[in-house]
């Protein structure tokens, strides 16, 4: 749910679904357990879906699953690989979700919140949902990458740090700030205080390849390449892979055959519309 000209292609299109993660399952079970306490599982938007990773995990709990973006190339490698009867992705807009007053459960935004108006969205979310509906934004930080034992992180924290001045604004509010800014405090139509809790995702069989897939996903390195120009931009991921592997002691071998472990750090806030 971004502006930005490189979202549109379905080159970053296809790089977010290869190597961007999907919520660990024991987010989104955090998430349904909390929606039943009092409302049953009938619809779900999630907005900002980009390729599904997150709106595939609602399917076997929901009579019906929309998936929302307003990137063409996203929705379309969604449908595309839809395998759930009860999923309809769509293209559309945060601030325009088109279901009727008071007919969804769920609205979910993962990884996305950021980019929105969020006045403008917490509004369009109170009209949506049902008395006792709710809000669920998640989102994950930086990855932690390591392997048996050694830890990469710092190396991932760095090249970070070389592009953080091409970082889109909005997307500070989860990589360093972790949704702990001001238009993540509360929800407008909730009288209770958002749950805020982490959680943890571990790709145990990912690559070095897999790594640098993720990193050049960034805007902020996109932005970078469009700004100092493509060469300047593969000098930071040279500097950045050469780093890795020469910490990992395989400094000759080639980073596709070189696994390790990625940790994600999630965070989750939900909250629920009250009765007026």
Known sequence: MNNDEYLTTLEQAESYNKFRPSPPPKLIARIIEFLKEKVPTETAIDVGCGSGQSTNHFAPYFKR?????????????????????????KLGEYNRLEEPNESVQLVCACQSAHFFDMKTFYKEVERVLVPDGVLAICGYSLPIPFSHGIMLGNIVQEAFDTMSSFICNQQSHVYIHRYTNDDFQNFPFSRKELIREYFEKVEETATVQNLIGFVKSWSAYKNFQKSKGVEAAED?????????????????????????????????????????
């Open 236 to 276: 930071v991921i040279r500097i950045f892979q050469n780093k890795i592997l020469l910490a990992l002691n395989k400094a000759d071998e080639d980073p596709a055959d070189v696994e390790i472990s990625i940790k994600f750090p999630f965070i989750l806030l939900m909250g629920r519309k009250s009765y007026k």
């Open 65 to 89: 699953v929309i998936g929302i973006d307003n990137c063409q190339m996203q929705i379309m490698l969604a449908s595309n690989t839809n395998s759930h009867h009860n999923i309809q992705y």
